[in-house]
């Protein structure tokens, strides 16, 4: 037995499915999770002595690669001063300037711990700035694990939501419409007939959570239209793709300007953050200057907020994005040859740092549907697990986005791209 296959089984006594969150346990691609011990730069370590390339990044906020110096040294000078004051501290003043100064359309912003809880206070905020209860959210998007948001659509476009969870009532679930992603129709539909009820829509505007879905730019600019003639709040949850698609998230990447923006991963440096914020006007409404409440023991934690400076700091020095960028493109490009090679039919979609692979005949994957219903899922499994055992380590699941890091050797790529040929070679079967 490994000692990861041992760590888990202890695990599951006294942790629900051995994990701290579900992706964690590799339902998905099945086997047994590997249990971590430490990670340095590209490299995660396993407790059984193994080395991966990693492109999982802790789900993103590692963009830097793992245990950066400078990440390091900022926790642990602000240490040295306190862990929490639940006071204001001026660093969190520091932050806020940093946060509106790289995403222009921020005029204020508010931390939190997770961005789950920056989609629930986003949401909260915008049903309070309009007075309307409904929210209109996109299939295959995730905005966290809020009641409003574990929703799908029910039989029609405009019946009721239906909950995706036990536990989130049917009342709750009923003000959320889910539409397509990439479908502007829909949205032009459902707006004519109940715009006037609609508080907010809230879209990754680069989708990470369906595997790696940009959208065309043609939707986010007609959504964007819609929102305004409708007067409902535009937020663009840029929890992943905020730093990555662009320094100044997807909303730079794209030119398109929401009303309010989430935050996390990136900006709290690989500690717990989260951040929304917005136009002043609906930022105003914010206890405790305005009625609709919200608040956090720890937001704008010292320690957070320093490493998330160090961090921000680190990916502004001038050429960072390029050469994210390019090792991207050296991998997808890599891998797409690999699998051509091979005769494999196989596609892939980036977005700045983020990227995804999917095992298709098709030529772009647009949509929830395409990943879930024209991907070969046992394919991208087996893919995983040979990705593995060649020292490779992808997120456990074909509905994530991959993530590159700075720390990203054009020999690590390589590495991947002749393991990928390994692994692909023995997938035709
Ligand atoms: N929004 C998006 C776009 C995310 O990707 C995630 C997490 N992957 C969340 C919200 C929720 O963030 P957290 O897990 O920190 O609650």
Redesign the pocket.
Known sequence: MSKSEQLFAQAQQHIPGGVN?PVRAFKGVGGTPIFFDHAKGAYAYDVDGNRYIDYVGS??PMILGHSAPEILDAVRAQMENGLSFGAPTGIETEMANEVCKLFPSIDMVRMAN??????MSAIRLARGFTGRDKLVKFEG?????SDSLLVKAGSGMLTLGVPTSPGVPASVAEHTVTLNYNDLDSVKECFAQIGDQIACVII?PVA??MNCIPPSKSFLQGLRELCTVHGIVLIF?????GFRAALGGAQQYYGITPDMT?L??VIGGGL?V?AFGGKREIMEHLAPLGPVYQAGTLSGNPLAMAAGLAMLKAIQQPGFYQQLNDRVQQLLNGLQAAADQHGIAFTHNSAGSMFGIFFTELDQVSCFKDVAEQCDGERFNRFFHGMLEQGVYLAPSAFEAGFMSIAHTEEDIQHTIDAASIVMASLKG
Do not use: F, I, L
Request: hydrophobic residues 15%; charged residues 20%; aromatic residues 8%.
């Open positions: 969150s789900w993103g997770s961005g789950t809880e920056a989609t998007c995730y905005h966290g694990h990754e990470g959570n949850d840029e929890v992943m793709s989430c996390g991963k717990p989260g």
